[in-house]
């Protein structure tokens, strides 16, 4: 009899482990509460730019690999566009000094031995002053690591931890920031090249998804909350979503949990999770990039952090943003667009404009907070927890979603032989 893997929870890391498990052979029931499917990761029709935005401006990099074989599971990887060699541009607001950053497209970091491809005004023993990150424990601060000061850290170490912690680098968690290094600026340029969902996250990462599940037999349900386990000899015996809405788990059935850790505690009294959250603040701006535009520009010494190029659009991202998710809309969009017309070339009035503020975007990745993350195996045995604020091993990113989704997933596999 085919066992039934049920996933609470749409987003990417449960969207990953449901293609995984029904490519081996479960049949497979995704439940989200929310009307869309994606999480913090979708696109949506917006009104003001009468333009289709993502909800936030998410980086992938050649080298996620667990990523990159999740579109390919659901037939998108193409989606998934960038240059052909791992090069950064920056440009500095307050000297005006631009420059980039050659990774290249071997395998080992030699990029840091070649003035012309690194960052300038730097030399190779800047570079050996991060090493302790790479063997830092996740409980170490990233302050007490490596120096936090100096040209390669505001032009380089600084924009980087701050994208993928989304805290102040000195107070991140050292171990964290270590495994972005490892698998990133240490592993050579093969691993570096920036992938962008040009077309938006949903077409590529979200609806193909959906619509693979559903093509093969499988269903999601959307406006469908689980409300509270039922539980019976250690394992998950019945889904509640609600009144006479009760779904019985049979024999072999498992349970994978793929939602925020606010919604994750509630359903699991007792489960430990992060406490602390970060925003990030998003601003999209309806108009034509010029003509040789880089598709991510590393902005330094502003309000903007990353500007990115879309076809009839500029949009901007900026980490560790609680300082702005009260400022005045309009005030804010103001602000972001001065800087845009500085580092992207462009002129002119405000354009038609959206703000898009994540107020939780991410977990705080302090130690104190990466402490808190559970790993996949609770206490009931057909239940497992996915997430990117599960303990991955890394930040709060795609990549750590669909890792989580994937060892999740493996777990399953493992237990169903």
Not at 15 to 26: D, E, K, M, P, Q
Not at 41 to 58: E, K, P, Q, W
Not at 234 to 251: H, P
Request: aromatic content about 6%.
């Amino acid at each position: 009899m085919q066992k039934t893997a049920h996933i609470i929870g749409a987003g990417i890391s449960g969207l990953s482990v449901a293609v995984r498990l029904a490519n081996a052979g479960f049949k497979v029931a995704v439940h989200e509460a929310t009307q869309q499917a994606g999480g913090r990761c979708r696109s949506y029709f917006d009104g003001a730019t009468n333009l289709t935005i993502d909800n936030g401006n998410h980086l992938l990099l050649s080298g996620n690999s667990h990523a990159r074989a999740y579109a390919r599971s659901i037939g998108t990887e193409a989606g998934l566009v960038g240059p052909e060699r791992a090069q950064f541009p920056f440009v500095d607001l307050k000297t005006g000094q631009r420059w980039q950053i050659d990774l290249g497209d071997g395998r080992l970091p030699t990029w840091v031995l070649d003035e012309s491809r690194r960052v300038p005004d730097t030399a190779l023993t800047d570079y050996l002053k991060l090493a302790p990150l790479i063997w830092a424990s996740e409980e170490t601060l990233v302050g007490k690591s490596i120096p936090c000061e100096g040209v390669l850290y505001q032009r380089l170490v600084q924009p980087l931890l701050l994208a993928a912690l989304n805290v102040d680098p000195p107070e991140g968690s050292a171990g964290l920031a270590g495994a972005i290094v490892r698998e990133t600026l240490l592993a050579g340029g093969q691993a570096c090249r920036p992938l962008i969902a040009r077309d938006g996250l949903s077409a590529v990462l979200i609806e193909p998804a959906v619509t693979f599940l559903q093509g093969r037999g499988h269903s999601v349900q959307l406006g469908h909350e689980l409300r509270s386990f039922a539980t019976h000899d250690g394992k998950v015996g019945a889904l509640n979503f609600g009144g006479e809405d009760v779904i019985q788990i049979s024999e072999g059935d498992v349970v994978v949990m793929a939602v925020p850790p606010r919604a994750a505690s509630n359903l699991l009294p007792g489960l430990k999770t992060p406490t602390e959250f970060r925003a990030i603040v998003n601003a999209h701006f309806r108009v034509e990039p010029p003509a040789g535009s880089a598709p991510i520009l590393g902005v330094i010494g502003g309000v903007v952090e990353w500007l990115f190029s879309f076809p009839n659009r500029l949009s901007v991202t900026i980490s560790n943003g609680d300082r702005l998710v009260d400022m005045p809309r309009e005030e804010l969009a103001q602000a972001i667009w001065n800087d845009v017309c500085k580092a992207g070339g462009v002129s002119g009035e405000l354009p038609p404009w959206q703000i898009v503020r994540e107020r939780r975007a991410t977990f705080a990745a302090t130690p104190a907070q990466n402490a808190l993350r559970p790993g996949p195996v609770t206490a009931l045995k057909n239940l497992f927890l996915a997430g990117d604020w599960t303990a991955t091993g890394l930040p709060a990113t795609i990549e750590g979603s669909v890792r989580s989704g994937d060892r999740a997933a493996d777990l399953v596999l493992a237990a169903k032989r």
